[in-house]
C-alpha cells in the first residue's frame, strides 16, 4: 500500500482528501504544521507528499529541500493559492512533482496525485535494478575472470582461449554444457573482458518464469498492461543497455517469447508488454543450455532462426569427468576458498580420497565438487579431508565401478548379486558389523540384513 503525508493546516481540506484517497486504498498520515511533519519524516517513509505552501511554522518548500538533500525518492505535490503560484512553480524547477491551487478540483488532483505515486514507484524500482548492477560491476567485475575457469586441463584451456577470443567482439554467444559445468562464470569471464565490462551485466534465467512474466521481466510492460501491473516497469534489457544480457536456461524459453527475442537480435527494438512505442537497445546477447536445441528444433519446440542467432559463436564447456585432470587443482582451490570462510584450517586431501574423487562420476560437475568439498571442510574433524568425510554416493559409485565386479560372468542377477554383496560389505566394514546401525544406513529391515549376510555367507 502506498504511503501519502498529507501536511495542511485546513482540518477540513485534510478530512477531505483522506476522504477521497483512503477509497483509492492509500495510506494516509496528517500533520498540521511543518515541524510535525519533520518529526514524522524522521521515522518514516513515504511515497508521496502533499503539502500547503502556507503553514503556520514555515512554508512547505521546506520539506523539498529535506527530501532534496537525502535524496529520497519521493515525489511531493504543492497545495497553493492563486496567487503564489510563482512560487509553486519555482518549487517545481527544483523538483516538486506538480502543484494544485486551491480550491481543489478533486478529479485533477486524484489524476495528479496517481501520476506521482506512479512515478515515485518507477524510481524506486529502477534505484533496486541499479543498486543491483552497481554492485554487480563493483564486486565481480574483478572476480568473475579467467581465474575463476579454473583447470589447466586440455579442454577448458581451450574453453579459455576461446573466451578470450570472444571477449573482444560483440558477436552472440551460446554456451552449451551439462548442469554445473561453469556456463555463468564463462558468460562473466566473455562480459568483464569486453569494453563493455563497466556497464550491465543482467543475468535472467528463462526456466523459473511463466511465459506471461518472463515476457514482462525481459521486456517491461506499461502500467494496466496485465492486472497486477499498477506501474510502468523497466524490462532487463532496457537495464541491460550498453551492457551484457545472459540468457540462462534458454532452451526453456516458449515459442511466443522466442519470436519476440528474435526481433530484438535482428533490429534491436522491441515493445514493452502493453505498449507500442519501439524501444532500442545495445545489448551483448549471451545464452547458455544444458539442452540439445539441434533435437529441440527437430521436434519444433525451438525456432531454427534463433538458434542461428544466438549461435554465432559456439562456445562448450566439457563435463569435469572428461577433464580429470582438473579434479585436484578444483579440489585444493575450495579448500582454501572454504578453509578462510569457515575459520576450520584443512591442509589438504589424503591420497585415499583423492583417488576415489578422481574415479566418481560428478554427475553435478564443478558444483557438485563445490559443495562436497565446503561440506566436508565445515564437518571434519581432521586437519585433513579423509575418506571417513566422503559422502555415501562417492563411495557407492566407487564400489560399483569396482574392477572386480566389471570382470563379472554371467547373468544381469550375477551381476546384481555381486554388487549387493560389495555394498553390504563396505557398511559392515564402516559401522563395526553394528547389525541395526547398517539395516538403518541401508534403508531395509534388520531380518533382511541378515538374510543377506546368511546368502553372502559374511557372518
Known sequence: MEKILLVDDNEPIRKMIRRVFEKSRYEITEADTLKLAHDILDSKQFDLIITDLKLPDGEGTELLKRRNL?????EIIIITAYGDVATAVNAMKSGAFDFVIKPLNIDEFEVKVAKAIEESSLKKSNEKLQ???????DSEGSEYNF?????????????KELIKKVSKTDASILITGESGVGKELAARAIHFNSKRKNKPFIKVNCAVFSEGILESELFGHEKGAFTGAFN???????????????????????MNTQVKLLQVLQEFTFERVGGNEPIKVDVRVIAATNQDLKKKIKNGTFREDLFYRVN?????????????GDIEILIKHYIEKFSEESKNKISGISKETLKLFKNYSWPGNVRELEHIIERMVILTSSDELQEDDIPEEIIIDNVIKNEEILKIKGNLKDFLDNYEKKIVIYYLDKYNYDRKEVAKQLGIKLSTLYSKIEKYNLK
Do not use: H, Q, Y
Not at 537525502?70 to 519521493?74: E, F, I, M, V
Not at 510502468?232 to 516458449?254: N, Q, S, Y
Open 232 to 254: 510502468k516497469r523497466l524490462g532487463r534489457f532496457e537495464v541491460a543497455d550498453e551492457g551484457t544480457i545472459f540468457l540462462d536456461e534458454i532452451g526453456d524459453l516458449p
Open 147 to 159: 581465474v575463476e575457469i579454473i583447470g589447466d586441463s586440455v579442454g577448458i584451456n581451450d574453453v
Open 70 to 74: 537525502n535524496k529520497w525518492l519521493t
Open 312 to 324: 554465432v559463436v559456439p562456445v562448450c564447456i566439457p563435463p569435469l569427468r572428461k577433464r580429470r
Open 131 to 137: 543498486e543491483t548492477i552497481n554492485c554487480m560491476v
